[in-house]
């Protein structure tokens, strides 16, 4: 599972270089979303732009990926097609998560 | 497509090859013309299906096949998953019922959306066991037709 991070003052982006977060990748994707989410800022933006397609364990995986960033930092979802929002959104993980159709519109938003 | 074009394919019960094997069917039904607003849901309750039966029927046990027979109709696709794994609780299609989000974080779920999920997305769900084999069928109707 390929991952990538930047950040800013204030935010961290994590790119995911996969086209795909299902069950055969979902343990490795949440080990390395702590590896790579370790010491950094308050925010936390996981870039999706690249995922074509995601299944429940994989959005299990991104939940747990939150759980771990502890009560202090918060974990924002940008890019996602209309199919991985689809996912979300049946599940109403649409509600938990702040979700941003480009990783613009989620650099650009400062809520909270 | 009157006759309907079908689509077979067969593949080791494990995560890796699933995964392969789901994404190989979702772009085998797309080649045959599965309309693409309705390919997403099809993959989504396909992808479930199949980790179902990873995860599930041959949870202790070692793995064997997974068989996916889909047809495509002008205005339906059948898909139907069998597999010689572990029956299904109870011999039944289980209840779609969400997972509750808790009302904290740390309760929010991480799994049981899977069935869930394929009742949301398909118009129909039978289950058979017969000599020692799990039959899924799922169908898919397409109202607006095959466009």
Redesign the interface.
């Known amino acids: 599972m390929a991952l990538s991070s930047t950040t800013t003052d204030t935010t961290q982006i994590i790119t995911v270089h996969s086209d795909?977060i299902?069950?055969?990748?979902a343990i490795q994707f949440k080990e390395d979303m702590r590896t790579e989410a370790e010491g950094g800022a308050a925010r936390v933006v996981l870039d999706l732009t690249g995922v074509e397609?995601i299944?429940?364990?994989g959005?299990?995986?991104i939940?747990?990926s939150?759980?771990q960033l502890g009560?202090d930092r918060r974990l924002d979802l940008a890019g996602l097609n209309?199919?991985v929002e689809?996912?979300f959104r049946?599940?109403?993980?649409d509600?938990?998560f702040n979700l941003y159709p480009t990783l613009d519109d989620a650099l650009a938003s400062t809520t909270e | 497509m009157s006759n309907g074009n079908s689509l077979d394919l067969s593949f080791t019960a494990t995560?890796?090859e699933?995964?392969a094997g789901?994404?190989q069917l979702?772009k085998g039904l797309e080649v045959q013309g599965l309309p693409a607003h309705q390919a997403?849901d099809v993959?989504?309750a396909l992808?479930?299906a199949i980790?179902n039966v990873?995860?599930h029927a041959y949870a202790g046990i070692t793995p064997a096949k997974v068989k996916v027979h889909c047809r495509l109709h002008q205005n339906w696709l059948d898909i139907l998953i069998s597999d010689t794994g572990n029956p299904l609780p109870g011999f039944r299609v289980p209840d779609g019922v969400?997972?509750s989000?808790g009302s904290s974080?740390?309760e929010?779920?991480?799994?049981g959306?899977?069935w869930?999920?394929i009742h949301?997305?398909t118009s129909d769900i039978r289950y058979e066991r017969s000599d020692g084999c799990n039959l899924l069928s799922l169908r898919f109707d397409f109202p607006n037709g095959g466009d």
Not at chain 1, 90 to 93: F, H, I, P, Q, S
């Open positions: 795909r299902d069950a055969a990748m397609f299944d429940s364990s959005l299990g995986a939940v747990a939150m759980k009560r209309p199919f689809k996912v049946l599940t109403r993980m509600t938990v | 995560e890796t699933a995964s789901i994404a979702s997403g993959k989504i992808a479930e980790n990873v995860e969400p997972a989000l974080i740390d929010l779920p991480e799994g959306f899977g869930f999920l949301e997305l």
